[in-house]
């Protein structure tokens, strides 16, 4: 045995919550904005096309897949218990539980990809099974596509494997920019390979962006002085501490996985390009939620979990409901923008090439419903986190499973009088039912918040309202002065958008409203010691 393996495991030191943290929401920013140019350059190239719905459909299933094999497990069970690990364990130890994952996990891996390999026809029936009736030479495509992505499982998920372990050594630099290097494979191959390939060369730049995040945080764990040895065994007390924990976690994303198959299923017999539409919107709207809503409930969960282990529930209240606050403070605007200037802001991003004005009206459709549900769902990642700070994953998972059904009620109901903005309908209800009833069942366990949270949503009412007749007047002055095509766009975006969210901070100003004056201080101290 190495001496060194008697030693503790040596974690990233110097950092503190604060760096790590903003190195996380930095790789974040950076992921999401290679992403949007990525959705750009898929637009170019290909438009809002059956092609780029059966890519979609393809590309979907690897990462339903992680999010069900590892994604969800990251955060709820294996950080924990490679934490505790590093923290009180000896460096073999540790070094021995990294092995038995990546052991475990190798051979889990390879059996899944190849049976997904064996299993692409079944999985592109049931996913796209709807482009038939449109195009009959969609739903081959689709299979060729799945088979092609299929290995992407195995990079995603042992990708979380190691970002799990970094985490626990508190290395968080290489996993964020892991995260961005990802969106970097369709960005690079589509334009080099699309001329020859086709649609095809999107499914390559996955398997590149998967690979070179593998590729780079195994390099960061080597560095880390970790020796990567494969060790299989079923009967590890770590490995059997990882399934319980995640067991509620799983439950509750086969019925996630379930509505998202039944979603992606319906919305390809609503037309060909359906699912090209909605995929368009929900990147518009997840952009927000990201780099707001995660953001936030993710710094709040060390607190929350402090407050609660010590049993202070009046700060656990407070810090919750400043959270919420602030979420609401950020969101809102995002919403009223996404709103009022969803059209020239498709325009700008997406309409060129392959893109045509139909399809930019059609997203925007999507989107003005999305954006119902966006704002739902803002609110409702702090409340998640708020109960599994208090050690509580079930209930969020089953209010999840009553979502589900919310959703395909309405569905259904709505699917043939308004084709896929039925579907897009039904994912905001579900967004809002998961929310207020997760706040149904916090005011229960925890009582009121009493943090003048109603007196903080009639002053956000009230400035989205200025915000928004600002933008509404400025659209109708500047729409006969505009330029046509893209830089028209941006003028609109930058003029309208601008100066009514200088409208929405000044009444949120002279409200009172704490957070608000709290925002200004710290832009205003950063600006000073910079």
């Known amino acids: 045995m190495n001496e060194l393996d008697d030693q503790p495991i040596a974690t990233a030191s110097g950092g503190g919550l604060a760096r790590n943290a903003g190195v996380l929401s930095l790789g974040n920013a950076v992921s999401r904005a290679l992403g949007l140019i990525r959705e750009m350059v898929i637009a170019y190239y290909f438009g809002a096309s059956g092609q780029v719905s059966a890519f979609r459909v393809a590309a979907q299933v690897p990462m339903l897949l992680y999010d069900f094999l590892v994604g969800g497990m990251l955060s709820a069970a294996l ?16 070094i021995g539980l990294v092995s038995v ?4 996990f190798t051979l889990v891996l390879t059996v899944m990809v190849l049976l997904l390999e064996l299993a692409a026809p079944a999985v592109a029936w049931t996913l796209a099974g709807g482009l038939d009736a449109f195009d009959p030479t969609l739903l081959p495509l689709t299979t060729r596509l799945i088979r092609l992505i299929t290995p992407a499982v195995w990079l995603f998920s042992m990708a979380g494997l190691v970002t799990a372990v970094l985490y626990a050594l508190q290395r968080f630099t290489f996993p964020a920019i892991a995260a961005a290097v990802y969106n970097l494979g369709i960005v690079i191959a589509a334009p080099l390979l699309a001329g020859r390939m086709g649609i095809t060369s999107l499914a390559v730049g996955i398997l590149a962006g998967s690979a070179a995040q593998l590729l780079l945080m195994t390099w960061d764990l080597h560095r880390a002085g970790l020796s990567l040895r494969l060790h299989i065994n079923f009967r590890h007390p770590a490995l059997r501490r990882i399934v319980i924990l995640y067991l509620p976690i799983a439950a509750g994303l086969v019925v996630s996985l379930f509505q998202v198959a039944l979603d992606r299923r319906l919305a390809s017999g609503t037309g060909p390009r359906s699912i090209a539409w909605m995929a368009n919107a929900t990147t518009l709207q997840q952009l927000p939620l990201g ?34 606050r602030m979420v609401l403070l950020m969101i809102i605007p995002a919403a009223v923008g996404l709103w009022l200037l969803g059209e020239p802001l498709v325009r700008l991003l997406f309409q060129r090439g392959a893109f045509t004005p139909a399809d ?11 954006v119902i549900g966006m704002i739902f769902a803002a609110v409702d990642f702090p409340l998640n986190y708020a109960f599994y700070a208090r050690n509580n ?31 897009v309908w039904a994912d905001s209800a579900k967004q809002a039912s998961h929310a207020l009833i997760m706040l149904f069942f ?12 109603v007196k903080s949503l009639g002053q956000l009412a009230l400035a989205a309202g200025g915000m928004a007749l600002v933008v509404v007047l400025l659209n109708r002055t500047l729409i006969s002065f505009l330029p046509t095509g893209a830089l028209g766009a941006l003028v609109q975006v930058a003029i309208a958008g601008g100066v009514g969210l200088v409208a929405y901070g000044l009444i949120l100003w002279f409200a009172g409203l704490p957070e608000m004056r709290g925002l200004a201080r710290a832009v205003g101290g950063r600006e000073r010691r910079s």
């Open 79 to 94: 950080v924990p218990v490679l934490s505790d690990y590093a923290r009180t364990r000896k460096r073999g130890e540790f």
């Open 101 to 104: 994952l990546l052991g475990v």
């Open 291 to 324: 780099l707001i809503s995660v953001a936030i409930a993710l710094a709040s969960l060390p607190q929350l979990s402090q407050h609660f282990a010590i049993g202070d529930e009046a700060a656990y209240r407070r810090t919750l409901g400043s959270g919420l």
């Open 360 to 370: 930019t009206q059609a997203v925007v459709a999507a989107l003005n419903i999305y």
């Open 393 to 423: 994953t079930l209930l969020p998972a089953l209010v999840g499973v009553l979502s589900v059904f919310v959703y395909i009620i309405v569905a259904f109901a709505l699917l043939d009088w308004l084709n896929y903005l039925g579907l």
């Open 442 to 453: 916090l005011f229960r366990r925890v009582g009121r918040l009493r943090v003048g949270l």
